[in-house]
């Protein structure tokens, strides 16, 4: 079973896992070693466009982020995501669609993500982020840092406030690749919100904010107001469930374990007298269904039989017609050749045969010397010729048309004995079964009486089961409406406790200074190329050589953003401040080794990538011991290497080829 250190406070992530569409997935990214506990120092390798910094994105998002990696690989192959991590000391599992638009709630189990389906799922909203319900609020609670408020003028003596979100703290969470370089480190080239929201957030996180009274008093009163109503719906729901389920927790415990065993050995006893029973239900229940799918494939063939031979009944009949027609057509066809008009031999007045052959001479008829065309006339030899054209043409497309039918019919012909032997062997399959049936079938199996009160003994314990685990269901609610109680309780104590002691808080200029000077230290150990005069002012705006951080060229900017995070994140753990523990960092080579600019030598050294490991190993070892550090490079350097949790090639040959393992196309 995992250990848990509960008085770690912070986040610290086990598990990344991706969901993927059916078919595909799940994608997974390990923070643990082999002994099952979190990484201090996780490295993810591999060169670019494989996914690496969409696990970074994914992290962001479960933990209460807008915005999630919509790359086409991505869209295309997963549909929820899962993070579990460590937070405030507990095993917490959270997860969110990932499929279309942000979603607008999560779901979140204390347990292991293998294990939140023995777990009670507990629904939250993602927006607003100040609800105190919400994801963000219930990350923050493991930070120490949730309920906190921040006025939007922190100068006037009435001023709205606005509550601290997970989102503000991804500010000194994670540090983006292009953030190392952008020259707006404490975010002064942005909305002066953002600015003024990053002060803020430093000053909570070391203990040196100090609210308005006003606002202070307001939030004391609306949380005192919170803490009455979760009181009054606590004894509600307490009242509920001690007239319905009067026993309590430990007597429902013990109904649950009672049923569950006499499900288990109930349902023991019944498949064994299954498996030794003599009767055949089973072959039985088998053969009735073939016999009626055989039943059915009968019917079938023999509807398919019956719609052939109605149509061939039509074609023949239709053949037939155009046969006859074929037949009256050749009879007058022969009849025109046989009695033609003009074929005249003999001397229709004389009845002498004819010398000569009767024809027609410039346009007149050699025996009556009538003109050819004239009104009257009978030897229209072009409308002769045209009728015997015209009989010849409807002669050939009837013969045609019998022809192709003929022939459709003969396929038809051939397919309907196809049909009907389909149909003989589906009958005779049919008729097969029913006989087997009925040679199968017998009188009810001698043990059915026993059967049936191990069947009632069986549905008395699940009714059993499931009226004690309704009844441990309405006592988790009230439960759940205690730790409300009490944490909303622990926030208004905070609030009165911050209210107290506000004159005693530490003085921010000592932890400016202790910024400056664990800023410079960093800076040294990075082996800054003529390091001087360096510090971090009041408004957390970073100096080095005496000049304005962004006088600095690109490779310093890299290495000053790298010792700035690093400088927050380790004094804050150092000082058991209220804060995540956890950073993220991704490419920090940008702009050094051997992508450093050709104008930048000082920075063209890798040794000052080497350093920037070495320093945060050497913290991890030490007085950094329980913080976790997450690296997003793309070629890390050989000594690190037992600290690669995972290594893209962004090669189909060579697996792992990407975050999304099977998007090699």
Not at 5 to 24: H, M, Q, Y
Request: glycine content about 6%.
């Amino acid at each position: 079973m995992t250990q848990v250190d509960p008085t770690v406070r912070g986040v610290r992530l086990r598990e990344l896992r991706l969901a993927g569409v059916p078919g595909k997935g799940p994608y997974r990214v390990s923070f643990t070693d082999e002994h099952d506990a979190w990484m201090p120092l996780s490295v993810i390798a591999g060169p670019t466009q494989t996914g690496k910094t969409s696990i970074a994105d994914f992290i962001m998002y479960l933990l209460g982020d807008d915005e999630q990696p919509e790359h086409a690989e991505i869209v295309g192959a997963v549909r929820t995501a899962l993070l579990e991590i460590e937070l405030g000391g507990e095993l917490t599992t959270i997860e969110r669609a990932a499929a279309g638009r942000a979603s607008s709630f999560a779901s979140t189990w204390r347990a292991p993500i293998d294990e939140i389906a023995q777990a009670d799922e507990i629904r939250v909203t993602t927006e607003p982020t100040s609800d105190p319900e919400g994801l963000s609020q219930f990350v923050l609670r493991g930070f120490g840092l949730d309920g906190v408020s921040l006025p939007l003028a922190p100068t006037q003596e009435q001023s709205d406030a606005h509550r601290l979100s997970i989102r503000d703290v991804f500010r000194v969470m994670f540090l983006p690749n292009r953030r190392l370089d952008n020259m707006d480190l404490a975010f002064e080239k942005s909305h002066y919100m953002l600015a003024q929201k990053f002060r803020q957030l430093i000053d909570v996180i070391f203990g040196v904010h100090d609210p308005e009274g006003a606002q202070l008093l307001a939030d004391i009163k609306a949380a005192s107001e919170a803490v009455n109503a979760a009181r009054r719906a606590e004894n509600a729901l307490e009242a509920v469930a001690l007239e319905d389920y009067p026993t309590g927790p430990l007597g429902l415990n013990a109904e649950r374990e009672s049923a569950e065993a006499v499900i288990l050995r109930t349902t023991e006893l019944i498949a064994s007298l299954d498996a030794n029973r003599r009767s055949n239900d089973g072959a039985l229940a088998e053969l009735r269904a073939e016999l009626q799918s055989a039943q059915k494939d009968a019917s079938r063939a023999s509807v398919r039989v019956r719609d052939r031979q109605s149509l061939l009944d039509r074609l023949t009949a239709l053949r037939a017609q155009y046969a006859d027609d074929k037949k009256k057509l050749t009879f007058l066809q022969e009849a025109e050749r046989l009695f033609d008009p003009l074929s005249v031999v003999t001397c229709p007045a004389c009845m002498r045969r004819l010398e000569t052959v009767l024809s027609v001479d410039d346009g007149k008829c050699g025996l009556c010397h009538a003109e050819i065309g004239a009104p009257g006339s009978i030897g229209d030899v072009t409308a002769v010729e045209s009728s015997q054209a015209l009989l010849e043409a409807e002669l050939r497309a009837v013969s045609r048309r019998l022809t192709d039918l003929t022939e459709y019919w003969e396929r038809l012909d051939r397919d309907r004995a196809r049909l009907e032997e389909e149909q003989r062997r589906a009958a005779a399959l049919a008729e097969e079964l029913a006989v087997s049936i009925d040679h199968v079938a017998e009188t009810p199996a001698p043990w059915l009486a026993e059967r049936d009160a191990l069947t009632g003994k069986l549905g008395q314990a699940r009714l059993d089961l499931q009226f004690a685990k309704s009844g441990l269901r309405s006592w988790q609610r009230v439960t759940d409406a205690g730790e409300r109680r009490a944490r909303l309780e622990v926030t208004l104590q905070r609030l009165r406790n911050e209210r107290n002691e506000g004159r005693k808080r530490p003085d921010r200029s000592a932890v400016i200074r202790r910024l400056s000077d664990r800023f410079r230290e960093i800076l040294s150990d990075f082996g800054y190329p003529k390091l001087s005069d360096a510090w971090i002012d009041d408004a957390l705006i970073p100096y080095v050589r005496g000049m304005h951080y962004t006088r600095a060229s690109s490779g310093g900017l890299v290495l000053i953003s790298l010792a700035y995070h690093l400088a927050i994140w380790e004094l804050a753990f150092e000082s058991d401040a209220a804060a995540p523990g956890l950073l993220v960092i991704d490419s920090p080579q940008k702009n050094l080794g051997h992508s450093a600019d050709r104008n930048d030598p000082e920075f063209a050294d890798t040794q000052l990538v080497e350093n920037f490991y070495r320093h945060v190993l050497r913290w991890l070892e030490g007085d950094g011991a329980g913080a976790q550090l997450v690296v997003i490079d793309n070629t890390p350097p050989e000594f690190v290497g037992q600290h690669v949790i995972v290594h893209y090639t962004r090669n189909p040959e060579i697996p792992p080829y990407g975050l999304i393992t099977d998007a090699t196309e």
